[in-house]
């Protein structure tokens, strides 16, 4: 059963969070993202780092254990959650009937040791998502993380020193706790499955679509009873996510009979990683990295063109034995030309003398026109070696900005800096003034660990792939990259790899490339000493022989296998 991030969705995702965290500290707070924050809170002597998602597309509550970087200079509101809320105890978690709305209470004291009675609340409502810290005692706002003025809502201020208001509610009953004759006269009345849902939904909170045709099919198949409802709410409370071929959310807790999992996870926080992780990740490269995309955007547009115009030229060089034969016919037959002719017609003794139009230039003598001719004809041959020399450079810098686009489609956020670098260093980007000169901290290339023990890692820009590559690999490493494709350089730290090695380092290559997506993709290996880097060429850009290949399909649940090991 596919299930949005809706009230009954929330409603398990709190009987995970209390089970997991009630009575636990909160032991580090961090906000890694402009409308996400993380509390790590220490609870059944295991440290829990719980996700508060506010971002308009992917809002949520959940334990995440995807790693973030913490911004160098702390934001308002994490300075303001760090001095109310570290060393505070979790005492409850409590949904808002069966909205999107999580209260997390806390406990804690303040400066003259009273106890401090706070609340901190997320607002799961798309782009009106939010996250407020409450002091309960006196009912007003300290801070959120995102700031609501009057002029924005009518209804409710979320500013700091605000009283706090509940959000609007809905004239709808909570279906979790409305009695078996409020489905009753439902059921009753629509037959039909999609009328049914389209009435659930209007009658009842937090019910997506998705879950209220699940309920329309299980009141018309189970009836309805207090037993049988009793029943759903339960197994609701205890579910077990899975996740489908397609990338949608999957409640197992509803056994609907066309959803075939392919991948089945511990709990609903497991499920949400894998599902919101990748998606997350490149909305956030695409919003970080706008200025990276447009600059290589902009470059590759510029590039294109000027190799369509390279090519044009050369083209036209192609007539240029035309203009000498031309230049020939004229020097030859001088004497039949009279001054001031616009065309003359002549024999080609090239060509069993079959007749010739030749266009002229009037205000020329017949002399000067044919060396006009010539002029031409010597132009564009030598235009030739010019042109050619251009087209092959516009190609490699097309190639280039082509591996630095895959880049930024494969990167992370922590990598976007070294990206960012290499442009400036390229002078495609204007570089930043710095009041003191300090040299920038290069990210480290991604560490697996094969089957047999041995280390690959993967170069994530091409900075990484040239030091990986070409300083840091033992030459008796092993090199593997994608053919004919931008990707990252790939090296195993072993001088004899074994033959499932050797695969799953393929599967690396290809997964990090621009056929991640494809199948039964070609890679080359070779021992790092046949590689070499010709003088003047970009980043990243390597030449090599004797390399043998390997055919893979990227497999993603064995990327993760090789980086979890």
């Not at 200079?73 to 409590?94: D, W």
């Amino acid at each position: 059963m596919t299930m949005s991030y809706d009230g009954l969705f929330t409603h398990a995702m709190v009987q995970e969070l209390q089970a997991k965290l009630v009575e636990g500290r909160v032991m580090k707070i961090s906000q890694p993202y402009p409308n996400e924050v993380i509390l790590t809170i220490r609870s059944q002597r295991k440290n829990y780092p719980l996700l508060l998602s506010a971002n308009p597309s992917y809002a949520r509550a959940q334990i995440t254990t995807i790693p973030y970087t913490n911004p160098p200079v702390p934001t308002n509101f994490t300075m303001m959650l760090r001095k109310y809320l570290e060393g505070a105890r979790l005492v409850a978690i409590e949904q808002l009937e069966c909205d999107r709305v999580i209260n997390f209470a806390f406990s804690n004291r303040n400066e003259l040791g009273d106890k401090l009675p706070l609340l901190l609340s997320i607002e799961i409502m798309g782009r009106h998502s939010n996250v407020i810290l409450i002091n309960q005692a006196e009912n007003k706002i300290i801070d959120t993380i995102k700031h609501v003025g009057l002029d924005q809502n009518r209804y409710r201020t979320l500013l700091p020193g605000s009283t706090y208001r509940l959000p609007p509610k809905q004239a709808k009953q909570n279906p979790l706790t409305a009695s078996p004759a409020d489905f009753e006269q439902l059921v009753a009345a629509y037959p039909n499955r999609e009328v049914l849902a389209k009435e659930l939904q209007a009658n009842f909170q937090g019910l997506a679509l998705d879950s209220a045709l699940y309920l329309a099919d299980y009141f018309h198949q189970a009836g309805v009873s207090a037993a049988s409802l009793a029943a759903l709410w339960a197994k609701l409370a205890q579910p077990t996510p899975s996740l489908l071929t397609e990338p949608k959310l999957n409640f197992s807790a509803f056994d609907y009979p066309s959803a075939t999992a392919s991948t089945r996870f511990e709990s609903l926080s497991e499920l949400l990683d894998e599902f919101y992780g990748t998606k997350a990740t490149r909305d956030r490269v695409k919003q970080q990295g706008a200025r990276l995309i447009l600059v290589v955007k902009n470059n590759y547009k510029k590039n294109k063109k000027k190799l369509g115009k390279l090519k044009r030229e050369l083209a036209a060089t192609e007539n240029a034995d035309d203009y000498r034969l031309k230049g020939e016919l004229l020097t030859t037959y001088l004497y039949q030309i009279e001054p001031k002719q616009k065309t003359v017609t002549l024999p080609n003794y090239y060509a069993n003398e079959q007749p010739v139009t030749i266009s002229l230039k009037p205000q020329l003598s017949p002399a000067q026109n044919a060396q006009s001719y010539f002029k031409r004809y010597t132009k564009l041959k030598n235009a030739v070696g010019y042109i050619n020399e251009q087209i092959s450079l516009t190609e490699q810098e097309l190639a280039y900005l082509d591996s630095i686009q895959a880049q930024i489609e494969l990167a992370e956020p922590k990598d976007l800096p070294d990206i960012a670098l290499e442009l400036e260093s390229g002078g495609y980007l204007k570089k930043p003034k710095q009041k003191a000169k300090r040299k920038p901290k290069l990210s480290q290339p991604a560490k697996f660990k094969a089957s047999d023990g041995s280390e690959i890692l993967v170069g994530k820009n091409n900075l990484q792939n040239d030091r990986l590559s070409l300083k840091t690999a033992a030459k008796n490493y092993w090199w593997l990259h994608v053919k004919d494709i931008p990707g990252s350089h790939v090296i195993i730290a072993n001088p004899h790899p074994s033959e499932e090695t050797l695969l799953e380092a393929a599967n690396l290559a290809a997964y990090y490339s621009k056929a991640q997506g494809s199948a039964n993709v070609a890679v080359d290996y070779v021992q790092v000493k046949h590689l070499r880097k010709p003088n003047g060429a970009k980043p990243g850009f390597v030449i090599y022989e004797g390399q043998q290949t390997l055919f893979v399909t990227p497999d993603k649940e064995l990327v993760a296998r090789l980086k979890a090991k």
